[in-house]
């Protein structure tokens, strides 16, 4: 009987032994190309110089028929080398996919001290009063898509805006 119970604990470790590289490389795989340090929506740019900034940071927007509804602004961090190629898809309430925002690769180099890339994408077409979902991509050098996390704004009317924002306690 104590024969059998240490062939039984021998196996146990045996198997344990075995699947602990696998459980091990687990982690390693939870590394991304990239990181998200910011997101944020905005209803108005300006240029300043050759660079383009939001003017505000808002929590819901306005749809619009036409023309601009805002833009979804991206602060990231390349942690690894090579051609990133980030797309953004944009999900209505429902779950259905409606169009992405796609981004011009850009490149990582080994030699970057501060590998931070900023990607602003505005929003226009018939956005119709709900909430739409933001699931960012990142593909390295044409390997696999990334997800790096989800994003969500209210397009809300004017008329609900006002009665939301009246609704709200007051801050200090």
Do not use: C
Request: glycine residues 8%; negative net charge; aromatic residues 12%.
């Amino acid at each position: 009987m104590r024969t059998f119970s240490l062939m039984l604990l021998t196996l146990f470790f045996g198997v344990a032994g075995w699947t602990n590289p696998v459980f091990g490389n687990e982690k390693a795989s939870l590394r991304q190309p990239a990181y998200i340090s910011n997101a944020y929506f905005s209803d108005k740019m300006v240029e300043q110089g050759d660079a383009v900034q939001p003017t505000s940071v808002v929590k819901s927007l306005q749809p619009r028929s036409r023309g601009v509804a805002g833009y979804f602004i991206l602060d990231l961090v390349l942690t690894s080398t090579g051609s990133h190629h980030f797309k953004v898809n944009i999900i209505d309430h429902t779950g259905d996919k409606i169009t992405d925002l796609d981004f011009p690769p850009v490149q990582a180099n080994k030699n970057d001290t501060l590998p931070l890339y900023t990607a602003a994408g505005g929003l226009s077409g018939a956005f119709f009063p709900g909430l739409w979902f933001f699931k960012v991509y990142d593909q390295l050098d044409g390997g696999l898509w990334d997800h790096l996390g989800t994003f969500s704004i209210m397009m809300i009317t004017p008329e609900a805006e006002k009665e939301a924002q009246a609704v709200q306690p007051k801050t200090l």
